[in-house]
């Protein structure tokens, strides 16, 4: 059995066993300012310098001028001030299209009353045809009815004059007389009738004619209100199509800036740990000149420390190595084959070189000589810290591959992947494993 700690996780091992559950993994320290999976470099880009923060040079990756920090910094106030403007371009598009929105609403809705009143002119139109229809039939009944009683009453007279007919009349004269009055009566009732129903027809007419007239008028009113609707949905339409595009943009210049925020911050830390690697080395210097012995206090200067470490060979075996292991999930106390956490790594790669390491970045920091930063050669392990002036804080390791970039297993959720050796921050320093 022994006991080891991988990127802040104390676990207990047995020989032929998978790595074990955190024994209290409440109080296991998370990893802190790890790189943002959104800024992960591709593999394709590995060896294009403008990619990271340090310029090209596998040995010499030298940091960024406070020129160029600022020049960053530039940058992103003008990300800043171009996302402004496109926020406000799109919140005046959005506001517009809600207006044409509330529009279309309200001349749909008075499309759809049009189409009622059409709907209603036609309607009664309909009602006053067959109104006029009925008239016309009832005139040319009360016609018909006049002429048959002409006829009748032409037929009655034989063409004998009156007195002749009164003489030769087999009821006498008085029945003469009252075939004359019936006569006379039916005579006025005919016309009387004929009279009546050419009224309903003239009636009926003007009826027509004016539910025509509102029927045309209502036919114009809907031809009208389907042209406002057509005109205010294709309005709407090319306003919904600005605002997209708008958004396109807007959400084009939010991606920039964050580029931009995170080339600056990255190249801020770069710089900030540069500065801290010139200052701990100029320390180192000046303690081994003064012979105060190792700067790591009181503690005893490991077997290796006047080795120069593991060779180049052995460091190319495990870098490509860990390259291979690309795309494979972050997992706490993971040391493959499947997942890794970032010290099972490390160790990993570095027995494919015949090394064997720790599991745990506190050991690894431990287990070859420190190389300073403008020295380093590929499978340098390069560690993190909260504090760069302390290592006990330290919490994160990656395998240097060359210009500027490591490949690591960065937190949970992520994968393993290749980032700027810079973009963690809190770079402490660099060890060469010892062979």
């Not at 529009?103 to 008075?110: C, I, N, P």
Request: aromatic share 6%; net charge neutral.
């Amino acid at each position: 059995m022994r006991a080891v700690l991988g990127c802040g996780l104390l676990i207990v091992l047995s020989p032929a066993a998978a790595p074990a559950s955190a024994a209290d993994p409440a109080s296991a320290v998370a990893p802190a300012n790890v790189a943002d999976p959104a800024n992960a470099v591709d593999p394709a880009n590995v060896g294009d310098s403008a990619s990271v923060a340090a310029p090209a040079g596998a040995g010499n990756p030298k940091p960024p001028s406070a020129a160029q920090i600022r020049a960053a910094e530039n940058r992103v106030r003008q990300q800043q001030a171009a996302l402004g403007q496109a926020q406000g371009k799109l919140s005046a598009a959005a506001t517009e299209l809600t207006r044409l929105q509330n529009q279309a609403e309200v001349l749909t809705e008075r499309y759809d009353q049009t189409q009622v009143n059409e709907q209603r002119a036609a309607s009664a139109f309909k009602v006053t045809e067959a109104r006029l229809q009925h008239a016309e039939q009832q005139q040319a009944q009360s016609r018909d009815k006049v002429a048959a009683l002409a006829a009748e009453e032409f037929e009655s007279g034989g063409g004998f004059d009156p007195v002749t007919a009164m003489i030769g009349d087999a009821h006498g004269p008085q029945a003469y007389l009252s075939q004359v009055g019936m006569g006379q009566v039916l005579a006025q009732w005919g016309t009387e009738t004929l009279s009546a129903n050419q009224a309903n027809d003239t009636v009926a007419g003007v009826f027509r004619a004016q539910a025509h007239k509102l029927l045309v008028a209502r036919q114009a009113d809907l031809r009208a209100a389907n042209d406002l609707k057509v005109a205010i949905q294709a309005a709407v339409s090319r306003q919904q199509t600005l605002v997209k595009l708008t958004k396109g943009k807007r959400d084009n210049l939010a991606r920039e800036l964050n580029t931009a925020q995170a080339k600056a911050a990255s190249l801020k830390a770069a710089r900030q740990a540069a500065l801290a690697a010139q200052a701990a080395a100029a320390a180192e210097r000046a303690t081994a000149a003064a012979g105060s012995g190792p700067t790591q206090g009181d503690t005893q200067a490991p077997s290796w420390a006047g080795s120069a470490g593991a060779s180049s060979t052995q460091g190319d075996i495990a870098a490509n190595w860990a390259l291979s292991q690309l795309g494979k999930p972050y997992l706490w106390g993971g040391a493959g084959p499947d997942s890794y956490d970032c010290s099972g790594l490390t160790m990993m790669a570095w027995a494919r070189a015949g090394v064997q390491l720790l599991h745990y970045t506190g050991y690894q920091w431990e287990e070859g000589p420190h190389v300073p930063l403008n020295e380093l050669q590929r499978g340098d392990l390069l560690f993190y810290a909260t504090n760069t002036s302390d290592p006990s804080t330290i919490h994160h390791v990656g395998i240097y591959i060359g210009n500027g970039m490591m490949v690591d297993a960065p937190y949970t959720g992520a994968f393993v992947r290749i980032d700027s050796m810079y973009q963690p921050g809190g770079l402490i320093g660099a060890v060469r494993p010892a062979g």
